[in-house]
């Protein structure tokens, strides 16, 4: 075999490697997170801008991926049914944070007070755990002054930092988007 072509190889195994763990992420979204993801309420998630251009429904797409992406690559043993869903509805504030009306009723506040809004809302919809309880209302931690006490938490907690980062950035290449 000539180098060209085990250049070539290697680039399919890594390509095939890449297509498979997508493949695998997307199946656990599917199969933990579908009825959230299918939800009239998460879908007006689109219509909402999170940060940069991403809307907030994108970016909690994104937070649940790299959730699984991070859990996988540190090798943690998570439940994973928690993390997809406790990503997916770690932003369930349901309203548009840059609307100034809102603003000035809130008293500029979203970045403390979100967490607590979106788990009542996510607890008036879904049956939620301990642990989805915990990644929703400290994922903003340190803004909210209590640690994350499970790994699950932890693990969105820094998805979440990661995200965020990136589409204020402008970096992020848009994986939220659904994959059939």
């Known amino acids: 075999m000539t180098i060209a072509n085990k250049i070539r190889r290697r680039k399919i195994d890594r390509f095939q490697k890449s297509f498979e763990r997508y493949r695998k992420i997307h199946h656990l979204m599917d199969k933990y997170g579908s009825d959230i993801i299918d939800s009239d309420n998460f879908k007006k998630t689109k219509a909402h801008i999170q940060h940069g251009n991403k809307t907030v429904n994108e970016h909690c797409m994104d937070v ?3 959730s699984l992406l991070l859990c996988n690559s540190l090798g943690l043993h998570c439940n994973k049914r928690d ?3 406790g990503a997916l509805l770690h932003d ?4 548009d944070w840059h609307d100034k009306e809102y603003l000035t009723q809130r008293k500029r506040l979203h970045g403390f007070r979100h ?4 788990l009542k809302n996510a607890d008036k919809e879904y049956e939620l755990t301990d ?4 990644i929703i209302k400290k994922h903003m931690f340190p803004l909210v002054p209590f640690p994350p006490t499970c790994k ?3 693990v969105v907690t820094a998805a979440d930092k990661y995200c965020s980062f990136m ?5 992020h290449k848009g ?3 659904r994959v059939g």
């Open 64 to 66: 649940a991926i790299y």
């Open 83 to 85: 993390l997809v869903r």
């Open 175 to 177: 994986h939220g988007r």
């Open 131 to 134: 642990i989805q309880r915990d």
């Open 115 to 118: 967490p607590g809004i979106a």
């Open 92 to 95: 369930y504030f349901l309203y």
């Open 152 to 154: 699950e938490a932890w």
């Open 167 to 171: 589409e204020t950035v402008k970096l």
